[in-house]
C-alpha cells in the first residue's frame, strides 16, 4: 500500500489496518519472511462455501461496500494503485448472489464509507482530501442519485464537516444518516426532498468508533471500536462492539452497552460489520494477531462473527459464533454487507486486489 493511503487510515482512527498493511507489504515485522504475496497465492477454502468474483485488475483494493435494497447491485468504494479512489458498482446474479463488474465514478475527493438510502435512490459516501503532504485532511459527505435502472451513479451534493468521517449508515426510514468521525458519532437529519442533510446531534466518545450500522428495524445501532492493545502486548489490538438505542422520532443515539472481542492472549481487530435482514444477528469481520508458540513468530487469524441480537433490548450475546476459520496468512477483512434477501454476505479482505467474497448464509 502507498504512504498517502496509510496516513488517510490513520486519520480514520483504524491504525490497526496500517499496522496490517505494513506487515502484509514488508513480509517481515515478525511475519514469515518467505510469505508469498497474497496477489500470488492460491487459496483453498474448504471449511466454507465462498464464491470469489474477479474484479477489473485496475479497480484496486474495496474499503466499504453497500447493496441496493432490490438486491440488484453492489456498490464498493475503492482505492486504486495510483492513488485515486472511485466508486465502483456490480450486478448481482439474483440465483448465486456473484457480481459481474458494471462500471464506476471517480469522486473529486477519496471515498471512504458507502450507505444506499431504504428507496434505493441515493448512494451518501464520506470522503476524504488529503493535502499534497499528507499532514492535512478535508473531509466530506458527499451524496449522489442513483438510476435504478442500470445502476448508475451521478453527483448531486455535498457538505463539508470539520472531522474526518470514515463509516456511514443511513436509517430504515430514509430520514437519519450517521457517521463515525474522529470525535465519535454524529448524526443529520435528510432533507427528503433534495437530499440535503441538516446536522442533528453527537455523542462523544472517548475511543472513536470506525463503522456503524442500523438494525432493519430502525430500534438499534451498533458501531464497532478498535482500541490499540497495551504496551505488554503490542501485537493487536482490542475490538469492541457497542449498541445504541435509537429514539423513534428524533433518530438521537443513546449509549446501551458492549462487548469486548478476544482476551489478553487473541486480539481481534475488527474491520466490518453488518446486520442480517430478519434483525436477529450482527455479523462483523477482521483479523487477529497471535504469537505462534513453536515459531515465535507474529501470525494473522481470519474470522467472521455471528452475534445473536436481543430482540428485547438489542444487546449482544458475549459467545458468538465463528462461521468463518482458515490458515490465510498476512490477511485483513475490512467490510461487509448483507444481501436484502439474507442469503448472502459479502466480505471485502484487504489488502487485496483482485475479489470480494461470497459467503452463502441459507
Known amino acids: 500500500m502507498h504512504y498517502k493511503f496509510n496516513k488517510i487510515v490513520t486519520y480514520l482512527g483504524a491504525l490497526s489496518l496500517t499496522i496490517f498493511f505494513s506487515a502484509c507489504n514488508s513480509g517481515s515485522s515478525g511475519g514469515e519472511s518467505s510469505q508469498t504475496p497474497i496477489a ?29 435494497p432490490d438486491g440488484k447491485y453492489l456498490y464498493s468504494t475503492v482505492y486504486s494503485s495510483d492513488e485515486s479512489y472511485n466508486i465502483s458498482y456490480y450486478k448481482i446474479n439474483p440465483s448465486d448472489g456473484t457480481l459481474s463488474y458494471v462500471n464506476n465514478l471517480s469522486p473529486n475527493e ?17 470522503q476524504i482530501a488529503l493535502s499534497d503532504d499528507g499532514d492535512s485532511a478535508s473531509a466530506y459527505i458527499t451524496w449522489y442519485n442513483i438510476n435504478t435502472s442500470d445502476g448508475s451513479l451521478a453527483y448531486a451534493g455535498k457538505l463539508k464537516v470539520e472531522y474526518v468521517t470514515r463509516g456511514i449508515a443511513i436509517s430504515p426510514d430514509g430520514t437519519h444518516l450517521y457517521v463515525t468521525t474522529d470525535a465519535g458519532l454524529k448524526w443529520y437529519d435528510i432533507n427528503l426532498s433534495n437530499s440535503s442533510l441538516t446536522y442533528r446531534g453527537s455523542l462523544d466518545i472517548q475511543v472513536p468508533p470506525v463503522v456503524i450500522k442500523i438494525a432493519p428495524d430502525g430500534a438499534h445501532a451498533y458501531s464497532i471500536t478498535n482500541k490499540a492493545a497495551e504496551q505488554f502486548d ?129
Open 40 to 68: 500470488q497465492q492460491t487459496v483453498s477454502q474448504t471449511s466454507m462455501a465462498y464464491n470469489t468474483e474477479s474484479i477489473p485488475e485496475n479497480s484496486g483494493q474495496s474499503v466499504d461496500i453497500a447493496v441496493s
Open 234 to 362: 503490542p501485537y493487536g489490538s482490542i475490538s469492541y462492539i457497542s449498541w445504541y438505542n435509537v429514539n423513534p422520532s428524533t433518530g438521537d443515539l443513546t449509549y446501551s452497552g458492549m462487548v469486548q472481542l478476544g482476551n489478553s492472549k487473541f486480539y481481534p481487530t475488527s474491520g466490518g460489520i453488518a446486520i442480517s435482514a430478519d434483525n436477529a444477528h450482527v455479523y462483523i469481520d477482521g483479523a487477529a494477531t497471535y504469537i505462534d508458540f513453536w515459531t515465535h513468530m507474529l501470525k494473522y487469524k481470519l474470522y467472521v462473527l455471528d452475534y445473536s441480537i436481543n430482540s428485547t433490548d438489542g444487546s449482544l450475546n458475549d459467545s458468538p459464533t465463528e462461521l468463518s476459520t482458515n490458515s490465510w496468512e498476512c490477511y485483513m477483512l475490512v467490510g461487509l454487507a448483507t444481501s436484502p434477501d439474507g442469503k448472502y454476505l459479502y466480505v471485502v479482505p484487504a489488502p487485496q486486489t483482485i475479489s470480494i467474497k461470497i459467503l452463502p448464509l441459507k
Open 110 to 126: 477519496k471515498a471512504i464509507g458507502i450507505a444506499i438510502t431504504p428507496d434505493g435512490k441515493h448512494a451518501y459516501t464520506t
